[in-house]
């Protein structure tokens, strides 16, 4: 019955606005009520798929639960945490940050500066000590603002998948990708001065 359809489908979907393919698509879902196919057996189907998934539960599953569990407690990680470096690191990096925003005892220097583009330059060391003169430091707003930047970078990284496949605006996405740049650029800079 699929099979039939697909060459119609396939005909009708050219040239069609976004309303109507969604209306297709939920028509094609219809025919299958929303739920898997299961044959007359579909009793015997159930018990063998509750029995499947039990049995890698607790064979393969289990054993890669405690695997997992034994790699985080002697190295800090585990191998599904290297497939994701990025992700990883930002999961773990936006609660310290968060709390250093909340509750912070002092600022830092101001080691960089923008130029009248909105483009971020690094200062040197003769740029923030001049002349033996005492150096200028952040105020507690520039300071939030800087931590609030490198914070949306790293959410950034872990809802670029979800932005990937949501609907969004691309000038919007755009922005969002300029803002997370700025964000990393500032975090290379200030890393050293990200404690309390």
Not at 39 to 52: M, R, V
Not at 74 to 103: C, E, F, H, Q
Not at 171 to 183: A, D, F, I, M, T
Request: proline share 3%; charged share 30%; hydrophobic share 40%.
């Amino acid at each position: 019955m699929l099979l039939e359809l697909i060459p119609q489908i396939l005909i009708t979907m050219k040239d069609k606005t976004k309303e109507q393919l969604n209306k297709k698509l939920a028509e094609i879902q219809s025919l299958f009520g929303g739920e898997p196919v299961y044959s007359k057996f579909s009793i015997i189907e159930k018990i063998c798929l509750f029995i499947s998934r039990w049995k890698y539960r607790l064979t393969r599953g289990l054993y890669l639960d405690i695997k997992y569990f034994i790699q985080r407690h002697t190295r800090g990680y585990d191998d599904l945490d290297k497939w994701n470096a990025a992700w990883y690191i930002a999961r773990k990096s936006i609660p310290v940050l968060t709390a250093m925003r909340n509750s912070f005892k002092g600022t830092s220097l101001r080691w960089h500066r923008e130029d009248r583009f909105g483009n971020i330059i690094e200062l040197t060391h003769d740029e923030v000590f001049p002349n033996n003169e005492a150096p200028i430091a952040l105020t507690e707003n520039e300071w939030c603002e800087i931590i609030d930047d490198i914070i949306y970078a790293f959410k950034f990284v872990i809802d670029q998948d979800e932005l990937a496949l949501n609907e969004f605006d691309l000038k919007e996405y755009e922005k969002s990708k300029l803002r997370h740049k700025r964000g990393l650029k500032l975090f290379s800079i200030y890393i050293m001065s990200l404690w309390d």
